[in-house]
């Protein structure tokens, strides 16, 4: 058995990518964060796994997730939610963010020869973390959502002895100048045409 999962919250003006308005609009944040979701379980979709599971912060899945198992996120921190999922899974598990769109089904794997698989991103912080055995110990105390993340979850790990595999680095979107590389990087993306059209909407205001 191995599980795989994508960790998002609801796809509300004002509560996701706050930090692309401005440029765009609270509205188009929004957009843009659903339009990067979607590409992401599509691309989960595609990764060989016997649970595909949803993360999620919010009252209604994404429509994109039908067939997913739906773990609602539970209170507190980013690390104690995390690891709070993580012991409650027992098989190989691999967490995925929705932040790169650009994922590909190629970018993931289960721990072969190591204990722990690591997708760094370029800011500092990590895009997936897989262990074959789950233990939520690994990630609560790390600090989230600052440039040395990874460092910290990497020390963590290192801490207790265990082998990491690297995954591809990748870059994830939090402000507008992300965003267009990231949409460079996947023009097929419905992020890219997200952004496309929300610049488009900006140009003829």
Same mark, same amino acid.
Do not use: N
């Given at each position: 058995?191995?599980?795989?999962?994508?960790? &998002?919250?609801?796809?509300?003006?004002?509560?996701?990518?706050? #930090?692309?308005?401005?440029?765009?609009?609270?509205?188009?944040?929004?957009?843009?964060?659903?339009?990067?979701?979607?590409?992401? $379980?599509?691309?989960?979709?595609? $990764?060989? &796994?016997? #649970?595909?599971?949803?993360?999620? /912060?919010?009252?209604?899945?994404?429509?994109?997730?039908?067939?997913?198992? $739906?773990?609602?996120?539970?209170?507190?921190?980013?690390?104690?939610?995390?690891?709070?999922?993580?012991?409650?899974?027992?098989?190989?598990?691999?967490?995925?963010?929705?932040?790169?769109?650009?994922? #590909?089904?190629? /970018?993931?794997?289960?721990? /072969?020869?190591?204990?722990?698989?690591?997708?760094?991103?370029?800011?500092?912080?990590?895009?997936?973390?897989?262990?074959?055995?789950?233990?939520?110990?690994? $990630?609560?105390?790390?600090?989230?959502? #600052?440039?040395?993340?990874?460092?910290?979850?990497?020390? =963590?790990?290192?801490? =207790?002895?265990?082998?990491?595999?690297?995954?591809?680095?990748?870059?994830?979107? /939090?402000?507008?100048?992300?965003?267009?590389?990231?949409?460079?990087? =996947?023009?097929?993306?419905?992020?890219?045409? =997200?952004?496309?059209?929300?610049?488009?909407?900006?140009?003829?205001?």
């Amino acid at each position: 058995m191995t599980a795989i999962v994508v960790i &998002a919250k609801e796809c509300l003006p004002g509560r996701v990518k706050t #930090r692309l308005h401005p440029p765009l609009s609270l509205e188009q944040a929004a957009e843009l964060a659903a339009a990067s979701l979607d590409d992401t $379980i599509e691309a989960v979709r595609s $990764i060989p &796994a016997d #649970r595909r599971i949803l993360f999620f /912060d919010g009252d209604t899945p994404p429509a994109s997730a039908d067939g997913f198992e $739906i773990i609602p996120q539970p209170a507190g921190t980013l690390d104690e939610r995390l690891a709070a999922l993580f012991d409650a899974l027992d098989e190989p598990t691999v967490l995925v963010g929705m932040d790169t769109p650009q994922l #590909r089904p190629g /970018d993931v794997r289960w721990p /072969d020869s190591g204990d722990v698989v690591f997708g760094p991103a370029l800011d500092g912080g990590y895009w997936a973390i897989g262990m074959r055995e789950p233990r939520g110990d690994l $990630i609560l105390g790390v600090p989230m959502s #600052r440039a040395d993340t990874g460092a910290h979850q990497l020390a =963590a790990i290192a801490r =207790a002895g265990l082998c990491v595999e690297l995954l591809p680095v990748l870059h994830d979107v /939090d402000e507008i100048a992300d965003a267009e590389r990231v949409a460079a990087l =996947a023009p097929h993306t419905r992020f890219a045409r =997200a952004l496309a059209a929300a610049s488009s909407e900006a140009g003829a205001a």
